[in-house]
């Protein structure tokens, strides 16, 4: 069966930084995009970040744009998500999901989150 | 950026009743268009894509309508296990994919 699973989240300082991991299981990874999703606490779903399945490909939202990269490697099964220059905006609960099918953006598999909480 | 407005944003309603969910996108995004259920503690969970295609595994109770600008989720006859946080997500234009502010479900 599919699985994600995130690691990595913490509590950091403003201005540090934090490498957060999703370890996929149970499918062809390197078939998929995989994509972050953010939710801060008590509200809505924000996306992220893509990587396309070879890894050439990565988009961003234009608030984490400069600060964060996505990457994989299709040989762990791993995509990561590295988080620069983090404010107090950017605490929330952090998502790795699979698309659902090449480019759709559309998520049909999540992981079960990992709470990044920036705060000095 | 496509803006998505979801209506009510919390609903009471009794079990075994109809629920109907709106959700209304600024621009139109076609049919490309999706629902996730997120339960207290959990990750979403996709119900409906294609404005109207269950996902996998998804009970038949819940059915999407709707193209171009307004969408609908109901829920036909709701079980306990419903009562949750919905949202709707564009995937039309992008970046960015888009969601509402979601609706939430209570047991009334």
């Known amino acids: 069966q599919v699985q994600l699973v995130e690691s990595g989240g913490g509590v950091v300082q403003p201005g540090r930084s934090l490498r957060l991991s999703c370890a996929a299981s149970g499918f062809t990874f390197s078939r998929f995009g995989m994509h972050w999703v953010r939710q801060a606490p008590g509200k809505g779903l924000e996306w992220v970040a893509v990587v396309g399945d070879d890894g050439s490909a990565r988009v961003y939202a234009d608030s984490v744009k400069g600060r964060f990269t996505v990457s994989r490697d299709n040989s762990k099964n791993t995509v990561w998500l590295q988080m620069d220059s983090l404010a107090n905006e950017d605490t929330a609960v952090y998502y790795c999901?699979?698309?659902?099918?090449?480019?759709?953006?559309?998520?049909?598999?999540w992981g079960q989150g990992t709470l990044v909480t920036v705060s000095s | 950026e496509i803006v998505m407005t979801q209506s009510p944003a919390t609903l009471s309603v009794s079990p075994g009743e109809r629920a109907t969910l709106s959700c209304r996108a600024s621009q139109s995004v076609s049919s490309d268009l999706a629902w996730y259920q997120q339960r207290p503690g959990q990750a979403p969970r996709l119900l409906i894509y294609?404005?109207?295609t269950r996902a996998t595994g998804i009970p038949a109770r819940f059915s999407g309508s709707g193209s171009g600008t307004e969408f609908t989720l109901t829920i036909s006859s709701l079980q306990s296990e419903d009562f949750a946080i919905y949202y709707c997500q564009q995937y039309h234009n992008r970046p960015p994919v888009t969601f509402g502010q979601g609706t939430r479900l209570e047991i009334k």
């Open positions: 294609g404005a109207s």
């Open positions: 999901a699979r698309e659902l099918s090449h480019g759709n953006w559309l998520f049909d598999y």
